[in-house]
T-cell receptor, first 112, second 114 residues
C-alpha cells in the first residue's frame, strides 16, 4: 500500500513532442505529490508538485494532472527539448510523516 | 528553491576506512533531513531520517552501526560510513525538509571503496 507505481520505465520522444509519465498510488493518506528531475551524477531537483485539492497544475512547459478517484497522477512535458533528457521520479507523501515514497523512475530521452 | 549543499561530491577510500559526508541546508533551517542511497539506474532508497538533536531513525535493513548519522544543528547532518567495504560503494544523497513540507536534495556524493 506504500508503493508508488511509475510508468513507463523509459521514454523516447522527438523534439517538440509531448512527454507523458504516469504514477499510481494506493495509500489514500497521501496528500502531496511532487515530481523530481535528476540528471546523471546529480541529486534530484524539485520540478513541480500538486496537492489533491486541484486536478491540474501548470508551470511553464510542465503540467501535473491529478485524478483523485483513480489515485493516479501524471507529468506532461510540452514541447519537449533535448535538455529535458533526464530521469524523472514521482513521489508521494502524507502530512505529518514527511516520508516520501518514490516511484521507480522514468528515463526520458528527447531526440534532437 | 531552497539550497542543500552536500560535500564531498565524490570520494575514493580504501577498504576498512571511514568516510564522512556532510549535508548542509544553506538558506533555511531543517529540523529533519533524510539520507538516501541510489544504485545505478535505480530509484532512491531511504536509509534513515535524521532529526536535529535526537537519534536518527533507520529504515529496515540499514545497519545503524555501519552508517552513523549525526544531526547536531538545524543546518547540518552528517553520514559516516564506517569500516567501508566495496559493497558500500554507491551514490549517497541527502535531503532536507523545507518549512512548507517540500523536500530539497543535495547534489549527491559518489563513494568508491577500493
Amino acid at each position: 500500500q506504500q508503493q508508488v507505481k511509475q510508468s513507463p520505465q523509459s521514454l523516447i520522444v522527438q523534439k517538440g513532442g509531448i512527454s507523458i509519465i504516469n504514477c499510481a498510488y494506493e495509500n489514500t493518506a497521501f496528500d502531496y505529490f511532487p515530481w523530481y528531475q535528476q540528471f546523471p551524477g546529480k541529486g534530484p531537483a524539485l520540478l513541480i508538485a500538486i496537492r489533491p485539492d486541484v486536478s491540474e497544475k501548470k508551470e511553464g512547459r510542465f503540467t501535473i494532472s491529478f485524478n483523485k478517484s483513480a489515485k493516479q497522477f501524471s507529468l506532461h512535458i510540452m514541447d519537449s527539448q533535448p535538455g529535458d533528457s533526464a530521469t524523472y521520479f514521482c513521489a508521494a507523501s502524507a502530512s505529518g510523516t514527511y516520508k516520501y515514497i518514490f516511484g521507480t523512475g522514468t528515463r526520458l530521452k528527447v531526440l534532437a | 528553491g531552497a539550497v542543500v549543499s552536500q560535500h564531498p561530491s565524490w570520494v575514493i577510500c580504501k577498504s576498512g576506512t571511514s568516510v564522512k559526508i556532510e549535508c548542509r541546508s544553506l538558506d533555511f533551517q531543517a529540523t529533519t533531513m533524510f539520507w538516501y542511497r541510489q544504485f545505478p539506474k535505480q530509484s532512491l532508497m531511504l536509509m534513515a531520517t535524521s532529526n536535529e538533536g535526537s537519534k536518527a531513525t533507520y529504515e529496515q535493513g540499514v545497519e545503524k552501526d555501519k552508517f552513523l548519522i549525526n544531526h547536531a544543528s538545524l543546518t547540518l547532518s552528517t553520514l559516516t560510513v564506517t569500516s567501508a567495504h566495496p559493497e558500500d560503494s554507491s551514490f549517497y544523497i541527502c535531503s532536507a525538509l523545507g518549512t512548507t513540507g517540500e523536500l530539497f536534495f543535495g547534489e549527491g556524493s559518489r563513494l568508491t571503496v577500493l
